[in-house]
């Protein structure tokens, strides 16, 4: 599994990193997050993952996300449940920095040599800014029933230079 994130991190980030900024659609970013389970107040999720947004024009885009998250209880920081979310959806942009969107993918618990996977979608809002990209969103599975989380998150985007 490993290996797959890498290659595909690889891949993403290679294509774009030396592009022109004003010529450039695709934008690779390393996305981090917190968020807290909405059928379990007392549970944190951390994610850390890579995403790429293709733009092809200024009002609508189209992003795709790996990422890997941790579980864990307040209590108890040892008790903790894995899981990886390969999302991906439609964006539209209503100003040029504020976006809505909607994701669907594939939601990927593992722990303990247990492993299943169930349908995921994720809609969101976010602020788009010169070198980071804000989403809030609600990531859910319908793995028996719908169970999800809120989340903030940041994407820090690679190639990108200071608007003057």
Same mark, same amino acid.
């Given at each position: 599994?490993?290996?797959?994130?890498?290659?595909?991190?690889?891949?993403?980030?290679?294509?774009?990193?030396?592009?022109?900024?004003?010529?450039?659609?695709?934008?690779?970013?390393?996305?981090?997050?917190?968020?807290?389970?909405?059928?379990?107040?007392?549970?944190?999720?951390?994610?850390?993952?890579?995403?790429?947004?293709?733009?092809?024009?200024?009002?609508?885009?189209?992003?795709?996300?790996?990422?890997?998250?941790?579980?864990?209880?307040?209590?108890?920081? #040892?008790? *903790? &449940?894995?899981?990886?979310? $390969?999302?991906?959806? !439609?964006?539209?942009? +209503?100003?040029?920095?504020?976006?809505?969107?909607?994701?669907?993918?594939?939601?990927?618990?593992? #722990?303990? *040599? &247990?492993?299943?996977?169930? $349908?995921?979608?994720? !809609?969101?809002?976010? +602020?788009?800014?010169?070198?980071?990209?804000?989403?809030?969103?609600?990531?859910?599975?319908?793995?028996?029933?719908?169970?999800?989380?809120?989340?903030?998150?940041?994407?820090?985007?690679?190639?990108?230079?200071?608007?003057?």
């Amino acid at each position: 599994m490993k290996m797959l994130v890498f290659t595909l991190a690889s891949l993403i980030l290679s294509s774009a990193v030396f592009a022109q900024e004003a010529s450039r659609k695709f934008t690779p970013s390393i996305k981090v997050g917190a968020g807290i389970w909405t059928d379990a107040p007392s549970v944190l999720d951390a994610e850390f993952g890579i995403q790429g947004e293709y733009k092809p024009s200024g009002r609508f885009s189209v992003y795709a996300n790996i990422s890997y998250n941790r579980m864990f209880a307040v209590e108890e920081i #040892s008790y *903790g &449940i894995n899981h990886m979310n $390969f999302i991906a959806g !439609p964006r539209v942009y +209503l100003t040029k920095s504020f976006f809505t969107g909607v994701g669907a993918g594939y939601l990927l618990l593992f #722990s303990d *040599g &247990i492993s299943e996977g169930s $349908f995921a979608f994720s !809609p969101h809002i976010g +602020l788009d800014r010169p070198k980071t990209q804000w989403t809030m969103n609600y990531t859910a599975s319908t793995d028996g029933g719908v169970y999800g989380y809120i989340s903030l998150a940041a994407a820090f985007k690679f190639g990108t230079k200071r608007r003057t």
